[in-house]
Each structure stands twice: as structure tokens, then as C-alpha cells.
């Protein structure tokens, strides 16, 4: 790390660029743990996060799973939501003129049953004033129709972003699953049709069981694992997805604490999404930027992005040979 | 409505009834703010496990002493850890949420109230508010409480009750106190024998007998306000995990969901598609958590 003389009170400079954007630092809420930015207005000034991702949208309005949608897990907690939303037309009309009037960039989460409904929303969103980036979720695991089904088959994952990258100009992002067996042969596929840029990791798929009545906790029987626990496997995930591709990585899965986000940032992701930890600590981010700037002070650093990919790639060659083992088919 | 993010003090915690315990939380910018009715969330202790924070009505709140009450019943890891903070323990709460209860619009005709084991705790205070309005006229006996429990000893001391001056009738699964059934089927054998018209009908606990409370208070035509529960992720409308089965008056054939923590916790029966609840079975052993 970059290291300068600056005196410690001299306030360290954690923006960052993710490609096209400028981040006033790398801290993002993830989407679906959010809501529309509203509902954390009385914890935190939205206008100090980094980006906000809103809660996925879909062309129709969806009701949602039925309950119980959620069961907490050790470190954790499964959801099978099933990306209930208002639609892109409340969206556009009631949620996001809230957000257009602040002074932070905003991210659109979008998902569709079909190719058709991908670049029917892209379109709609296309030059609408306020919208920094669109997030295509190719990695829902609690609905049957499309969702991961599209993002765990790399023809498949390349296809959604064709279609969506013909219909916008916008900056795209692709919310990756950890849930293949080869997380880099879906990042390069969706990089080479055209995503800007990639985000990782979406929810595991796990469930949990009840044993006085022998059901699944979950309604929708698999759902989602998020939360502390998946920290590891956001980070493993995140190391193979900068192997495979050059393009900007923005880090998710279980970041809680400005020590997390700072191990994704050392990785070489550019920046962050926190998720589940809003839930526990509605101002959970604004204590990981604090943090984030007490760790330059401390260390001396004075641009966050000097923190970026600092990981010591000596390590990595035993990593290279056993993620051959383990993955590569005889 | 403003909501707070308070770090807290214990001020006390006792053991009330069987695995029952009241909390007394030194909390003085949310009690300013709380309404009968409404809730908090607690984190139960620092860390990761158990990492989500839990759901609990304002059992009291005393805006003047700056103190909220939690009346809650020890029932998994995250109820346990809550039971072993001493006073002077410091715990993070978020409140006041939700809707809370409203006072009857209607004259002070005859109320009833419905609480099934826990669901008592949001119920105390709002009593004593209905026998503080009805005192004047003499009629604090045409408050019915309805209160059930599985057995005696998970009643709260009765001594509250009796100073109030209100109706109570007790019922037990197993007999050991009052009637011995469920505590719905008391409240329909009492209203129809002693042909009782309330004006309005307040209701906590367990699903499974909201479900009956909601069917008698849509058949006899009652207004009701029934205080309903949800595992909660953040209680903040985010995480949309706190879902009800509801009706949607504009397309009544089409799936709908209500969250108990925006829309709630106090909804009227209309609101709900109950043949669409999924009652929980019993709370099973606590040493099974712990």
C-alpha cells in the first residue's frame, strides 16, 4: 500500500471509481435490504452512502411468496421473498422521485420471467433522469420462473445481458450467484456480452427444517442464505470472479463490519454492498465508512483506492492448483 | 412518526410466571414517541448469533419516568439471552414501529379484549386506559377480558386486574384455572349466553386463535383490532419477510400480501384471508434451544 506523509487528522480520501461511476466512497446497500431508501431515512443521511440499490424491480407488480418467507440461521438468515415489488410503473411514478431529488447515485436492481420482460424494463429505464446504473439480478433463487435459472447457465447469463444492452445505455452491472459450479465461466459470459460491470455474490441457496412439525421453515421450501455466515464464500466467489474478468467488481455477502468490506476492497473489488446487516443495524452503513476512514488514518493511506487489490498475489499460486482440483472436470 | 435507533439501560428484570419475564428498559426518547400497540425490536445481545433482532410490544410505556416495559415469554435462544441481562445492561432497541391500537370510536358501550398466553402484554395498559374512560360512568365491569393460557401458572398475577374493577374470565387448556377449552370458545358461549353486543374487540395471541377471534368478530358484525405476529427481520418495511396472507379490496381474487410491521401489527379481521394462515404447533421445550 501507497504509503504518504499525511498528518492524522487530515481526512482520507475514500472515493472510488466503478467504472463509468464516481463513488464519494465504495459503500453501497444492497438491493432487496433497503426497500426504496425511504424506510431508513430516520437512521442514516442517504446522501453519505456510496450508492443505493433498490429493492428489484420487475415490469408487473409481484405479490410476493407466501409465508414464512424467512427463518433465522446460525450467523444468518434464509429468505424466499420472492422479489414482491410494486412494479416499474409505481416505481418510476412514486419511489424514485424521492430519490432523484438527493445528491447520491442510484442503482436499479431489475428482473424479468422472460428475455422480452429483461428489455422491456431496460427500456423503460433508459434515460430516466436519476438513474446511475441498472443491476440486472440474474440470481434470484426463490422464484421458478427465470431468475437463477437464467444466471446459473453461462449462454443463458449472456443472453439477458444482450437483450438488456441493446435496450439501454445505461451502466450495467450483473448480480452473480455463487450457486454454479463455476462462478467465472458465468462472469466472463456476461463481460463479453456486455456488463460493465459484475456484482457478487447473491444469497446461497439453503433451507432449514422444523422438527416438531416436520415442514420446512420456509414456505417456498429453499430460499436464500445470507448474513455473516456466507462472508467466506462472498470472498472466494469474489477472488475467482477477478481472475476471470478485468472489469470493475463490486463485493457482497455478508458484510457487517468496516473490516469486511475492507477484506473485499483488498481482494481488488471497487467497491461494496452491504444487505442483511442493514436489518440487524439500520445505520450499520455509516459506521463501515467511519470505520473505513479510522483504518486509513491508523495505516497512513490517504485514498482508499491505494487499499484496492493489495492483496499479496504470492498466495495465490497453491489457490490456482487446488480451484483446479476442485473444479475442473476430468 | 419518528423512528429511534436508542441505546438503553436495564432498569430491572423480573420473572412474572412461568418462563415470564418483565423487562424494565430506561428509554426515554422512545417513550416519548411510543403508542400503546405499537412495537420495538431488541438486539439481544452483541455479535453475530443470534443476529437479528426481536420483536416485542410495549407492554407499558411511562413517558414521564422515560421507561418502556417488554412483558415476554422465554421461548428460543434469542427470548433466553434477553432473560439473563441484569440491570445496567445496555441494550440497542429500535422503536416506537408499526400502527398500534386505537381507542373505540364508538360510546362506552361494552369492549372485549382477548389474550391468549403472552398476548397479554400489549393488552395491560390499553385496559387500564378503558377503565380509566369508563370509571366516570360507573361501567369498568362492561370491560371484558378474556384470557387463556395452556395452564394457571402462565397467568401474570391477577392482583392488576382486580384493581382495575374489570370483567375477567379466565380459561385453561388443562382446567387448572377458569374454564378449561380455548379461551375463543369461552368468548362465544359468554357473548351469546349473556347476549353481549361490544362495541369493539381487541385481540393478541397465538395465530390460531386470532383465526377463531376474527371468525366470531365477522360473524356477529364487531369491530375488531386484532394485534397479529410475524417473524421480523428488521421491522422496518425492508425486508418484506414479515408477510400476512391479506385481501386486497380492490381485486379481492388476487394474491396479496399485508407485513405486519407497516401495515401492523393491528389490523382489522377483514383485512386478513385467514384460511390462508399457517398456525404454528405449540412452543416446543425450551431446553431444546438452549
Redesign the interface.
Known sequence: MAQNSNAPGDTPDLSVQLGPLRLRNPVMVAS????YGE??E??LDLERLGAIVVKGISLRPR??????????T????I?A?GL?NVGVDVFLKSKLPHLQRLQVPVVVNIFGNTLEEYAQLAAKLDGVPGIAALEINISCPNVKEGGMVFGTDPLMAARVVQVVRRATALPLITKLTPNVTRIGDIARATVDAGSDMLSCINTVAAMAVDI??RRPKL?NVMGGLS??AIKPIALRCTLEVLREVHCPVIGIGGI?TPTDALEFLVLGARAVQVG?A??????VTTEIIEGMERFLRVEKIARLEDCIGTLDTQCLFPFAEIACELTDLP | MMKIMEDVSVVSQEKVAFQTHLLRLSAGRISREARLGQFLMVQVRDGTDPLLRRPFSFHRIDAEQGVVEILYRVVGRGTWWLSQCDSGARLRIIGPLGNGFQLPQCGPAPVVAVAGGIGIAPMMQLLEKLAQWLAPSGKTREIHLFYGARTAEEFIPGKAFDTLGITVHWSTDDGSRGHEGFVTRLLEDTMRREKIKPCVVYSCGPLAMQYHVARWALENGVPSQLSLESLMACGLGACLGCALPAVNPAAPQEEHYLHVCKDGPVFKAEMIQWHKIQTHPATPPIFLFS
Open positions: 432487496g435490504t433497503f426497500g424506510e431508513y430516520d437512521f405479490p410476493g411468496n407466501p409465508p414464512p418467507r424467512i427463518v433465522e446460525a450467523a444468518g438468515m429468505n421473498i414482491e416438531f412439525s414456505a448474513g455473516p457487517a442483511t442493514n436489518f440487524v443495524n439500520p445505520s
